[in-house]
């Protein structure tokens, strides 16, 4: 007969794979999800007038409306269900999607399809690098975070200075820095799976990971597609 301990491990291992496979299953669902939602606003004359019209107005609206519910899905995840928490993930993943539409405007679909492989190429070794390392990645994901923020500004400057050159610049700094970002996030995702119980408070979590994955794959996305993509 098996020992307690060798059933209570087999336990943990099994809802450590539940926990990352939820995770990574809600990241690649918001990518699907988002792929379609910007293929089918781009096919539309009507949406993209909408969203690039009348000095963008709609584009930015929809952008506020994207901050807003990661800051609120953030915030509120303790206390909402994980009912709530799908369905604002899932509606963050068709609103990214409605803004991204632009990619099929200014970029050919073959160097789009080139750019999302390589992009998830990218992803997957630092998401595997982040998982198999003896190295703690804690230090260098406050840096990374601290670099995002500073990307953030200086793009912020650049929308001023539309200076190509510094547009180059911050495409090749964002790619590095969330790919870092990557390996440190599925890192911590790994940290938290060996403690999943499949309660509803790892079930949000899992939710939430997506998320910051999802962003990171989004961010290596673009930038490679600024970086490399070939326009129409």
Do not use: C, H
Not at 2 to 25: A, M, Q
Not at 43 to 68: C, K
Not at 85 to 105: D, E, K, Q, R
Not at 211 to 217: A, K, P, Q
């Amino acid at each position: 007969m098996e020992n307690y301990d060798s059933i209570n491990y087999r336990s943990v291992e099994n809802e450590k794979r539940k926990f990352l496979s939820r995770t990574y299953g809600w990241m690649t669902l918001a990518l699907v999800i988002s792929a379609a939602s910007a293929f089918v606003t781009a096919s539309s004359p009507t949406m993209v007038r909408f969203l690039f019209g009348n000095r963008a107005i709609g584009f930015f609206v929809l952008a506020i409306a994207e901050i807003a519910l990661v800051w609120w899905l953030s915030a509120s995840i303790r206390s909402i269900s994980t009912g709530a928490a799908s369905i604002a993930f899932v509606a963050y993943s068709i609103l990214n999607g409605v803004t991204l539409s632009s990619i099929f405007i200014v970029y050919t679909g073959t160097s789009i399809m080139y750019t999302f492989l390589a992009a998830a190429g990218m992803f997957g070794s630092m998401s595997l690098f982040g998982m198999r390392t003896k190295q703690n990645l804690n230090s260098a994901g406050r840096y990374l975070i601290m670099a995002v923020w500073g990307l953030i500004i200086a793009s912020i400057i650049n929308l001023l200075l539309r200076s190509t050159g510094l547009d180059w610049a911050i495409s090749l700094i964002t790619v590095v820095v969330f790919s870092g970002l990557t390996a440190y996030d599925s890192q911590r995702m790994l940290a938290a799976a060996g403690y999943a119980d499949g309660s509803e408070t790892f079930k949000k979590a899992s939710i939430i990971g997506a998320l910051e994955l999802y962003l990171d794959f989004i961010n290596i996305f673009l930038s490679l597609l600024r970086l490399f993509g070939r326009r129409n």
